[in-house]
């Protein structure tokens, strides 16, 4: 079995020509101005029409106002749009109406009470992402490199395809897809070498390690 992968947070050409060479599946830009990933719009019009053939551009977007919405979506030849915030479901069914683009739906998990809210983001997004909660106090709601409690979404299903994020590295990715059964993940810190800094060979090792637990995974044929 193919695990998609998406490296989220690239800044620079050379970050997507890694990620492309690689094997991932979906680039991420941040378009949140206090991450030290975020680019602006021109700087992820480029680095977006620097991307190959089958590499996925997603924009990440936290309660996006329309204005900027209607920017980035005018200029960067985009695939997805991910959305990070506090989005209401029929807010997410608003932005998929407006911009006709795929949207991901990003929903925290620390507990089983997070659990509700990705049948109800199911319902009306595209994909979903199932990612470590962010904690109260931090300035991003995404992108802390922490993992949740990975059994509490093992071997869950929902309606429309998922990827499992937070805290994934290439040591953990294997037991991550194995305990929940993702067969797309999404990672950020775990591929950096300092905050915003994208390292090619941790990019590198972490595709290794997802393309080799989706083979561990696929069930042998006699
Ligand atoms: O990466 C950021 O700076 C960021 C800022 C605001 C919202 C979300 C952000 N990142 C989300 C991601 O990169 C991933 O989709 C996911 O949260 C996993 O991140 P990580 O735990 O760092 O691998």
Same mark, same amino acid.
């Given at each position: 079995?193919?695990?998609?992968? *998406?490296? &989220?947070?690239?800044?620079?050409?050379?970050?997507?020509?890694?990620?492309?060479?690689?094997?991932?599946?979906?680039?991420?830009?941040?378009?949140? #101005?206090?991450?030290?990933?975020?680019?602006?719009?021109?700087?992820?019009?480029?680095?977006?029409?620097?991307? #190959?053939?089958?590499?996925?551009? @997603?924009?990440? @977007?936290?309660?996006?106002? %329309?204005?900027?919405?209607?920017?980035? &979506?005018?200029?960067?030849?985009?695939?997805?749009?991910?959305?990070?915030?506090? %989005?209401?479901?029929?807010?997410?069914?608003?932005?998929?109406?407006?911009?006709?683009?795929?949207?991901?739906?990003?929903?925290? $998990?620390?507990?089983?009470?997070?659990?509700?809210?990705?049948?109800?983001?199911?319902?009306? &997004?595209?994909?979903?992402?199932?990612?470590? *909660?962010?904690? *109260?106090?931090? @300035?991003?709601?995404?992108?802390?490199?922490?993992?949740?409690?990975?059994?509490?979404?093992?071997?869950?299903?929902?309606?429309?395809?998922?990827?499992?994020?937070?805290?994934?590295? #290439?040591?953990?990715?294997?037991?991550?897809?194995?305990?929940?059964?993702?067969?797309?993940?999404?990672?950020?810190?775990? $591929? %950096?070498?300092?905050?915003?800094? *994208?390292? #090619?060979?941790?990019?590198?090792?972490?595709?290794?390690?997802?393309?080799?637990?989706?083979?561990?995974?696929?069930?042998?044929?006699?």
């Amino acid at each position: 079995m193919e695990i998609h992968v *998406k490296i &989220c947070g690239l800044r620079t050409p050379e970050d997507v020509a890694v990620v492309a060479e690689a094997g991932a599946r979906y680039a991420g830009f941040v378009f949140f #101005p206090k991450s030290p990933r975020a680019v602006t719009v021109a700087q992820a019009r480029s680095l977006a029409l620097a991307a #190959p053939v089958g590499l996925a551009k @997603v924009a990440l @977007v936290v309660d996006a106002e %329309e204005a900027l919405l209607d920017e980035i &979506c005018a200029t960067v030849p985009l695939d997805m749009l991910q959305l990070h915030g506090r %989005e209401t479901p029929a807010r997410v069914a608003q932005i998929r109406a407006r911009y006709g683009l795929p949207v991901m739906k990003a929903v925290g $998990v620390a507990s089983a009470a997070d659990l509700p809210a990705l049948e109800a983001y199911g319902a009306v &997004c595209d994909q979903l992402l199932v990612d470590a *909660k962010a904690p *109260k106090d931090s @300035v991003l709601p995404g992108g802390n490199g922490l993992a949740f409690d990975w059994r509490l979404v093992a071997g869950r299903r929902w309606p429309v395809p998922w990827m499992l994020a937070g805290g994934l590295t #290439p040591q953990n990715v294997a037991e991550a897809v194995r305990l929940t059964g993702a067969r797309q993940v999404d990672v950020s810190s775990g $591929v %950096e070498s300092a905050p915003g800094e *994208k390292s #090619p060979e941790l990019i590198r090792a972490f595709l290794r390690a997802a393309q080799a637990a989706g083979k561990a995974s696929e069930v042998p044929r006699f």
